[in-house]
Structure formats: C-alpha cells, structure tokens
T-cell receptor, first 112, second 108 residues
Framework: KAGVTQTPRYLIKTRGQQVTLSCSPISGHRSVSWYQQTPGQGLQFLFEYFSETQRNKGNFPGRFSGRQFSNSRSEMNVSTLELGDSALYLC???????????FGQGTRLTVV | GIQVEQSPPDLILQEGANSTLRCNFSDSVNNLQWFHQNPWGQLINLFYIPSGTKQNGRLSATTVATERYSLLYISSSQTTDSGVYFCAKSFNDYKLSFGAGTTVTVRA
C-alpha cells in the first residue's frame, strides 16, 4: 500500500510569488491535514479537509489556502510569499480525521 | 497556554540503554499519537494511543488520559533510534497539537 505522497519535495521561490503544494493520501483515506514546521514555531496546524470540505483551520493568514478533490488528493496554496513562509510543509492522511495520522515526506519551501 | 509539554527536551544515550520520554497534556484527549521524525524530515507514526498500553518491538507507550500524560519507552536503544520524538493530541477537532519534541541522540 503506497504511503502519503507529497510533491514537490523541494522548492525555491522569490518573495511575492505564489506556490502550490500537492498531497496524495493513502488509498482509502478521506481526511487530509496540512502542517507547517519551522525551527522557531515547531509544528503548527494549517487546515484539515474531509470529503472536499474544510472542517478546521489553523491560525494562519488568508494567504494560506487549500482544497481537496473528489479523489481525496489535496493542494495547498500560499500567495504573496514572505521570507517567513520558508518551512517544511507536511501533509497527513487518516481514514476519517480522528484516528492515526500518516505523514508524507514533506515539501521544503525556501523563500528568497 | 501550552497544550502539550514534552520532557526532557534533549536526551543523550549510550547504545543499549533504556529511556523514557514523557508527554503531559493540558486537557481532554481522544487522540494521542507518538511520532519519530527521521533525518529527512518525515514523521513516522509510532503509536496511536489515546489510552492504555501498546508495544511494538523495542518501543512501548502508555497513556493515562485521566491523569493527562503519556510515556514512550525505548529499550535497548540503537543508533537508528536517534532523532526527534513528538507527541501530538487532539480532541474532537481533527487538529493535532504537537509538543516541542524530545531530541534523542544514541551514541555507539
């Protein structure tokens, strides 16, 4: 059974640009969550989707958005990138959101 | 306030030693998980343990939800056990709150 797949693995973007990250969950998992990890703030929750609906959102500015497709794949978008958005972005999938979460390898975003 | 507190922040072990990592949480849980972050950044799920005790090889975990803590035991540690261990919890909101982690270094 394939694990959670995140693409791309690495990204370098310039301030002011936008970026889209992709996450394909484990087959059969309908919940996808996104987390940001930085040395200063640790692991912080961005948002969670289930059956194409956002059920919870973390305390991030509106520049951070996401969506989920009918096949449970999810994307997150960050517009007008800032230097502080440099981080490891992790995606997790679970069956329905309340059980064990399984993470992808992450996308490391560097904003210059 | 801080929802999840992990201790100790750093742990240095000699290969073969046993250790205990602790996770205290501030309110109710129905989802408590332990993860190991490998050198490439991926979080590996070790245990889903909202209550009770589980064992997987040299690792075991116990959660006492009524007393708001969980413990992760590493026995006969190996150099491959090195990395950061995270505890994370949620309660009816589909959002995991993570602790700051315990960095474990196992020396040969």
């Amino acid at each position: 059974k394939a694990g959670v797949t995140q693409t791309p693995r690495y990204l370098i973007k310039t301030r002011g640009q936008q970026v889209t990250l992709s996450c394909s969950p484990i087959s059969g998992h309908r919940s996808v969550s996104w987390y940001q990890q930085t040395p200063g703030q640790g692991l912080q929750f961005l948002f969670e989707y289930f059956s194409e609906t956002q059920r919870n959102k973390g305390n991030f500015p509106g520049r951070f958005s996401g969506r989920q497709f009918s096949n449970s794949r999810s994307e997150m978008n960050v517009s007008t990138l800032e230097l502080g958005d440099s981080a490891l972005y992790l995606c997790a999938s679970s069956l329905e959101g309340a059980g064990a979460a399984f993470f992808g390898q992450g996308t490391r975003l560097t904003v210059v | 306030g801080i929802q999840v507190e992990q201790s100790p922040p750093d742990l240095i072990l000699q290969e073969g030693a046993n250790s205990t990592l602790r996770c205290n949480f501030s309110d109710s849980v129905n989802n408590l998980q332990w993860f190991h972050q490998n050198p490439w950044g991926q979080l590996i799920n070790l245990f889903y343990i909202p209550s009770g005790t589980k064992q997987n090889g040299r690792l075991s975990a116990t959660t006492v939800a009524t007393e708001r803590y969980s413990l992760l035991y590493i026995s006969s540690s190996q150099t491959t056990d090195s990395g950061v261990y995270f505890c994370a919890k949620s309660f009816n909101d589909y959002k995991l709150s993570f602790g700051a982690g315990t960095t474990v270094t196992v020396r040969a």
